[in-house]
Every structure is written in C-alpha cells, then in structure tokens.
C-alpha cells in the first residue's frame, strides 16, 4: 500500500520538513533586518552538512536533485528578466563598463588562486566567483532603496547584464577545461559549447516571439509544466553537450517575452524561491564548517579588495555618464553584493573537486559580501546626501513664517 | 513640447523624466510586471530619487485621468514625426470639410500636395492602405505622409471650410 509509510520515508519527510521550516524561520529573520536571505540559507546548510550539527543523511539525495533543479529556475527567471533587444542595447551602450568591470573583479580572484598555487583552472573559478555580482541581492537593494529611478541605476543594471551574459559563456569554457585532456581535445570543447551558445543567444534574440507564442497557454497548470519541462530539456542538452545546464536555462528564459514571459514569472517565481533555497543549502551542506577557520583571513582579505574594487567600477562607469559624486558612491556600493552566482561557479569547482579550499573559501567569501554589500550600501545613503549638501549651494528653502506676519 | 528623457532598465522597465519649468524633476517608470512608480529627484542631488510611490495599473490610469489624461489623445493628433525630410500627420475629417463623402481619389491630394493617405482610422477602426476609390468620411482620421509643407497644404485643402 503506498500510504503505508516506510521508515525512510518517514525520515525523508521529517528531515526535509525541518529543513524547510528552519530555512523559512531564517528567511523571516533576514526580513526583519533587511539581509538577503542568501546567507542565511548557506549557514543552515553547514550547520547539517557534513562535520555540522546534526547530519542530514536521508534527504540529502532529494536536496542534491532539488539543488540542481534551484541553478536552473535561478538562470530561467534571470534570462526571463531580460529580453534580447534590452541585452544588446546595454552591451552597446556600456560595454566599456562591463570590460573595467570584468577588469577589475576577475584579476583579485585569479590572482589569488595563482599565488596559492592552485591548480589555474580553479584559479579561474575563483577569479568568476569574485567578479559576478548578485544580480538578485541588488535588484532587492534597488527597490527597498527606492534607487530604481536613479540616474546612475541604469549603469549598475548594464554591468549587471554584462556580468550574465559573461556567464554564458564563461560557464561553458569552465566546463570544457574542467573535461580536461589534450590541449585540442579542450580547444574542440570549448569551441564547440561556445558556438552553440552564442548560436543559441542569436536564435532566442530573433525568434523569441515564434517560440513565446508556441509556449504560451491560458492554463496556468499546463504552463508550468510546459515551462519547466522546456527549461529542464534545453538544461539537460545543454549539460549533455558539455555547455552547463544553467547557460541552457538562462537562453530559454531569454527567448521568452511578451505573455509568455509575464505567466512564467508568475507561475515559477515560487517554484524558484523554494528550489534556490535548497540550492544553497545545498551547497552549504557540503561544507565542513571546520574547513572555514584556516580560511577566513583569506577570504576576508579577498572581500575587502574586491568590494573596493567594485566599488571603484562602479564609480569609474557612473563617472562616465556624467553622474555626480554621490551617484558614482552609489552605484559603487550597490555593485559590492555577491549572492547566487558566486555560490553557482563555486558549486561547480566543488562538484569537480579540483580544489579542497575553494568550497570553504567561497562559502566564506560570499557570506562576507553577501551580507557586508547591502550593509555598505545602506551606509553609504545618508553619506552621500550630507555629500551632496556640501557640494552645490543650498538652495532657499520656504521656512514656515509665523501666522500673521508677511514675509517682505 | 516637453523634452522627455526615454531610459531603459534592463530588467525592470522603462523610465521616463523630464524637469519641469519649475525646475522639478519628475519621473514615470514603467515596470514589466504592470505596475507604475511616480519619482521625484532630489533638488540636491539630481541624480537621486527623493521620493516614490509604485502605483499599480489601475491607480496610475486614475492619475492620469486626474492630471487630464485626454491630452494624451490631443497629443496624438499633434504628433507630427519628422524622419528626414519625411512627416507623418493624423488629420481629422470634420463634418464642414469640404470632401466629405468624397473619394480619396476626388481629392486630387496626392498631384495637389505630393502627399499620400497611407491609412484612415474610422471610429476604433484602422482602414490601411486606402485605395483611390475609398470614401472619406466625417469623424474620420486620415493618416497622411508627405514632406512637412505638403503636409500644411494638404490640411488646408481637407479641413478648410466648405465655401
């Protein structure tokens, strides 16, 4: 009888039912002190990971696929943020921005990975993990700050789609090296994954609409199940041609605008947040917390650099458009958060194991920035105004006059 | 006419601002999801947002509505689109025109102005590519391309008083 309840299944369903709860009461508390909930969900993985508190040995095979479905919705919803036009338009108008960007944030992480004497591959990784900002933390930032119509935000949106579209073609170079072999073997790899995505890119920009309209249904339930199933397929090809399912899902959420891309962000949103939770707890889970001490003076080391330095892109790439001090602050410290993709590019290294330090070291890192980038960039409001005040005279204000007397 | 400043934001929407003759900045950004926010900048720093309320669809029209949303439509008539050389214009057939029920090919306006009806918008509906034969009616709207004089001569000749 299938209600009958074995054992494990029981234990399956208390483990995860726990976990689910414990990552909803952090949510809450992240709410409550306006913190990404990113972090925190990291934290619940280590703390039933491996060497934590308690461990999770059941339900880490469910989390592990749940995690692998979370990268996907993550890069989906991403993609459908975007259509192709708005991705052409900012590589065109900003793309010097996005090259300072890349610049400055790639070099620390390499470097750091070459002075540690890394192999460069992992080198690499970490070089990815320092330059991508979390386009998640920040778009939340944009709106709690109510900074979505300020003048320098559409040069921190450019970077940001720059940053995703390096991506997409960084996460299958990573995978052909990863693959390994002769120098050809990996030339041929990394060709073949870059002609199909860019192929891919070309084809979501221009027929997007044809495929949008074939997608789109009235019924909600045959949606997402058309969506999903369409997101995992691409996904799975993708990961099958050694181009990483994530690069996959993000071009199918390009190719979907107009109706089609309003009923998916509605009907996958939740999907989402429930699977990315896991996904990083996930990836918490398979750090040893005891890892992350010999680590820390590094990784904090790595944040402090990399936060000046995209702070420093920020206020290079504002400068450009004309914006003011205060913008150019701004923008820079909006740009410091590290979130989902650090975690994702980390998550590979890991999976391959190429390197035991990179995992704690990643972890590290992004709780440090993941947290610390909102914090500064809270800070820097207030800072900027009295900036401002000073820097151009005061304009008269109207004082309120006392009743009866008339103002000359 | 206000200089509105159009910026996309790539994941959000689009933002329109423009300053107005007070010297305010004032700002509409259009989000994907179809809500609106209302920003206003700072007079101190003009790069910043002061303040902003996200309206959802239905308030934004009830603002529109209370700021005259009839001017939108206004504007329409008066938008003329110059794309070198070329302008487009929506010229209203009143009922005192001197060609109604006549046929655009009876109007001579093509030899007469060098300008061409590329469409007529009857009531809600659009009638593209008229041909010579068609009728032109009162209440109609006739979409006309031609050069910027043409197109003077041409609302002249179909707007002028029958004498």
Do not use: C
Not at chain 1, 216 to 228: G, Q
Not at chain 1, 349 to 369: H, S
């Amino acid at each position: 009888m299938i209600l009958a309840a074995t054992p494990g299944t029981a234990t399956l369903l208390v483990e995860l039912g726990v976990i689910l709860v414990g990552l909803a009461l952090l949510g809450r508390v992240a709410a409550r002190f306006g913190l990404p909930s990113i972090p925190l969900y990291l934290v619940a993985g280590l703390v039933v990971g491996e060497g934590g508190v308690v461990e999770l040995v059941t339900a880490r095979t469910f989390i592990e696929s749940g995690a692998q479905i979370g990268v996907i919705l993550l890069l989906l919803l991403l993609g459908l943020e975007y259509t192709g036009e708005e991705l052409t338009d900012a590589l065109r108008d900003h793309a010097p921005a996005g090259g300072v960007d890349l610049a400055l944030n790639f070099t620390p992480g390499l470097l750091l990975g070459l002075v540690l004497g890394w192999d460069v591959r992992a080198a690499l990784l970490l070089g990815g993990i320092t330059y991508i900002s979390s386009s998640g933390i920040i778009a939340k930032l944009l709106a709690d700050l109510g900074n979505t119509g300020n003048r320098e935000t559409p040069v921190v949106l450019a970077i940001l789609v720059a940053e995703d579209l390096f991506m997409a073609l960084y996460l299958p170079l990573m995978a052909g090296l990863l693959i390994g072999g002769d120098a050809l073997d990996i030339g041929l790899e990394v060709t073949a994954a870059i002609v199909a995505v860019v192929t891919a890119l070309g084809l979501a920009v221009r027929y997007g609409d044809r495929i949008s309209q074939v997608v789109f249904v009235r019924s909600d339930e045959n949606l997402i199940l058309s969506l999903l199933g369409l997101a995992l397929l691409v996904a799975g090809i993708a990961e099958h041609l050694q181009a990483s399912a994530a690069v996959g899902a993000f071009l199918v959420g390009i190719a979907l605008n107009g109706p089609a891309e309003h009923a998916a962000r509605t009907v996958l949103s939740p999907l989402r947040d429930l699977f990315a939770a896991m996904f990083f707890a996930f990836f918490g889970l398979q750090i040893n917390p005891t890892d992350l001490p010999p680590v820390l003076a590094i990784a904090v080391a790595l944040a402090l650099v990399t936060a000046a330095t995209k702070l420093a892109t920020g206020w290079w790439s504002a400068r450009q458009v004309g914006i003011d001090p205060p913008g150019r602050l701004r923008a820079g410290a909006t740009l410091i958060a590290r979130g989902e993709f650090s975690i994702v590019i980390a998550g590979i290294a890991v999976a391959e194991g190429i390197e035991d330090d990179i995992g704690p070291l990643a972890a590290a890192y992004v709780l440090i920035l993941a947290v610390g980038g909102p914090l500064i960039a809270r800070a820097v409001e207030p800072l900027t105004r009295r900036f401002s005040q000073l820097g151009r005279p005061a304009r008269p204000r109207r004082t309120p006059t006392a009743r009866g007397t008339t103002v000359s | 006419m206000t200089e509105i400043n159009e910026t996309k934001l790539p994941g959000v929407g689009t933002l329109h601002d423009f300053e107005s003759q007070s010297g305010g900045r004032i700002g509409v950004i259009a989000h994907h999801a179809d809500r609106r926010e209302v920003v206003i900048y700072d007079s101190a720093d003009p790069d910043r947002v002061s303040e902003g309320v996200t309206l959802t669809a239905e308030e934004a029209r009830t603002l529109a509505d209370l700021l005259g949303g009839t001017s939108v439509t206004k504007r329409l008539d008066d938008l003329r689109q110059e794309i070198s050389g070329l302008a487009i214009d929506w010229l209203p057939i009143s009922s005192n025109s001197p060609y109604v029920g006549k046929t655009i090919g009876e109007t001579e306006l093509r030899t007469r102005t060098g300008v061409s009806v590329v469409a007529l918008v009857r009531g809600d509906q659009p009638l593209p590519a008229p041909g010579p034969d068609d009728e032109l009616r009162a209440g109609d709207t006739a979409v006309v391309v031609g050069t910027a004089e043409g197109i003077d001569a041409a609302t002249e000749l179909l707007t002028a008083r029958a004498r």
